[in-house]
């Protein structure tokens, strides 16, 4: 069965730091593009991050360019968001997603809470 479960999501002031976690099971870790969306309410899910099954090539979304970094882990089949400065509009629940290469099934997290407030 597979399982994609998010941590690390909180209250943080503006310009602080989250790194969020997203631990799988159950899915070929290495056979599998990650990525992270948000959403808010009332609003469309919206893409933040992408890494490809191997780890190469990474893409965000204009909002996060240069704050956000994702990266994974193979030995942990666990992979990050590590989200620096963050602002305002940050505020969002961070989903995880896993596809696998060449298929078009999609896995998701439960979601994880990020608010940045002061």
């Known amino acids: 069965q597979v399982q994609l479960v998010e941590s690390g999501g909180g209250l943080v002031p503006p310009g602080g730091s989250l790194r969020l976690s997203c631990a799988t099971s159950?899915?070929?870790?290495?056979?599998?593009?990650l990525a992270w969306y948000r959403q808010v309410p009332g609003k469309q899910r919206e893409l933040v991050a992408t890494?490809?099954?191997?780890?190469?090539?990474?893409n965000y979304a204009d909002s996060v360019k240069g704050r956000f970094i994702i990266s994974r882990d193979s030995d942990k089949k666990t992979f990050y968001l590590k989200m620096d400065s963050l602002k305002p509009e940050d505020t969002a629940v961070y989903y995880c997603?896993?596809?696998?290469?060449?298929?078009?099934?999609?896995?998701w997290g439960q979601g994880t809470q990020v608010t940045v407030s002061s």
């Open positions: 997603n896993a596809k696998r290469d060449g298929y078009q099934t999609l896995y």
């Open positions: 890494i490809d099954s191997i780890g190469r090539r990474k």
């Open positions: 159950g899915i070929i870790f290495n056979m599998h593009s």
